[in-house]
């Protein structure tokens, strides 16, 4: 079992940012893909940003604000979220593909969430 543990959430004033974090919390041998999602309250979760080794892709909504990076030597990933509007009040879940070790295969895991609030 791995866990994602996410970063960086919190209240903002429309308009402002914040950079969200994500990393495995115990030591693994590798990460592939990692992703961004987030869910508001009665609405499916959905892909706000991804990236992988052919580079990063955005949700439309996404694209011009948000920036997904990552530290490959970490494991680490992060979105650099900008011009924030309140419509970008959600949870904001990590998704990423692990292997544990390297005789392993990979798997999908998901963090806890962390809530990011755009609000005046």
């Known amino acids: 079992q791995v866990h994602l543990v996410e970063s960086g959430g919190g209240l903002v004033q429309p308009g402002g940012s914040l950079r969200l974090s994500c990393e495995p919390a115990?030591?693994?041998?590798?990460?592939?893909?990692m992703a961004w999602y987030r869910q508001t309250p009665g609405k499916q979760r959905e892909l706000v940003a991804l990236?992988?080794?052919?580079?990063?892709k955005y949700a439309d909504f996404a694209k011009d604000r948000f920036i997904i990076s990552r530290d490959v030597a970490e494991n680490t990933m992060y979105l650099q979220m900008n011009n924030l509007k309140p419509e970008d009040t959600a949870v904001y879940y990590c998704?990423?593909?692990?292997?544990?070790?390297?005789?392993?295969?990979?798997?999908?895991?998901w963090g806890q969430g962390t809530q990011v609030t755009v609000s005046a």
């Open positions: 998704n990423a593909n692990v292997w544990v070790a390297e005789w392993t295969p990979a798997r999908y895991y």
């Open positions: 990236i992988h080794h052919d580079g990063p």
């Open positions: 115990e030591s693994v041998w590798s990460v592939g893909q």
